[in-house]
Nanobody
Framework: QLQASGGGLVQAGDSLRLSCAAS????????LGWFRQAPGKEREFVAHITWNLGSTNYADAVKGRFTISRDNAKNTVYLQMNSLKPEDTAVYYC????????????WGQGTLVTVSS
């Protein structure tokens, strides 16, 4: 299971860190990702990280502002979000895929991030 947390209400320019705690199974060899869904919009990819090697990939909209990382000991993936913009307002979801070529099949509940201008 994946449990996302850390959302909240912040002002533009602020930072926030989201956490995704994995439990119930091992996610080694998996790809852990963050997605978001803004009101009235489709869910979109934000970032992913490979659990074993720690290689990362980001959506253009967040590149340079967001950083995804993982703590193997805590079985947790983080999304550090800096220089937040109102357009970053969304429900953020963490998810897991068995490989880079697989679909994300394990999903956590979302955590709401609201950025005021």
């Amino acid at each position: 299971q994946l449990q996302a947390s850390g959302g909240g209400l912040v002002q533009a320019g602020d930072s926030l860190r989201l956490s995704c705690a994995a439990s119930g199974r091992t996610f080694s060899n998996f790809v852990l990702g963050w997605f978001r869904q803004a009101p009235g919009k489709e869910r979109e990819f934000v970032a992913h990280i490979t659990w074993n090697l720690g290689s990362t990939n980001y959506a253009d909209a967040v590149k340079g502002r967001f950083t995804i990382s993982r703590d193997n000991a805590k079985n947790t993936v983080y999304l550090q979000m800096n220089s937040l913009k109102p357009e970053d307002t969304a429900v953020y979801y963490c998810a897991a895929a068995r490989s880079l070529s697989s679909s994300f099949v394990f999903w956590g509940q979302g955590t709401l991030v609201t950025v005021s201008s």
